[in-house]
Nanobody, 124 residues
Framework: QVQLVESGGGLVQAGASLRLSCAAS????????MGWFRQAPGKVREFVAA????????VYEDSVKGRFLISRDNAKNTAYLQMNSLNPEDTAVYYC?????????????????WGQGTQVTVSS
């Protein structure tokens, strides 16, 4: 089991950037697909981005394509989500998740371990 801790959230104005980090411990980070999800108030948790174990491939939810960039540093056991051109619709709690498989998926049920989340609030 991998323990995940997110950081980097905050309150920003529309158009700003934030970089979220997800520090992993207690497992084999480099063997896990990593994903980012978010949950806005009153809404279901949704997929944002995922990256393969060796960073060869990444997938994104349509609304964040071209604005968000997922990356990872296996030497540091950390995944990142660079978020640019933020807008109020990006306001949510952001969660990172680890999947004990080499297959990248957008499905929440495909992830085994979850962090506690970090709040991102974008004001207009």
């Amino acid at each position: 089991q991998v323990q995940l801790v997110e950081s980097g959230g905050g309150l920003v104005q529309a158009g700003a950037s934030l970089r979220l980090s997800c520090a992993a411990s207690g497992g084999t980070f480099s063997s896990s697909v990593m994903g980012w999800f978010r949950q806005a108030p009153g809404k279901v948790r949704e997929f944002v981005a995922a990256i393969s174990r060796g960073s060869a491939s990444a997938v994104y939810e349509d609304s964040v394509k071209g604005r968000f960039l997922i990356s990872r540093d296996n030497a540091k056991n950390t995944a990142y989500l660079q978020m640019n051109s933020l807008n109020p619709e990006d306001t949510a709690v952001y969660y990172c998740a680890a999947r004990r498989s080499f297959l990248v998926t957008k499905s929440l049920s495909g992830y085994d371990d979850w962090g506690q989340g970090t709040q991102v609030t974008v004001s207009s």
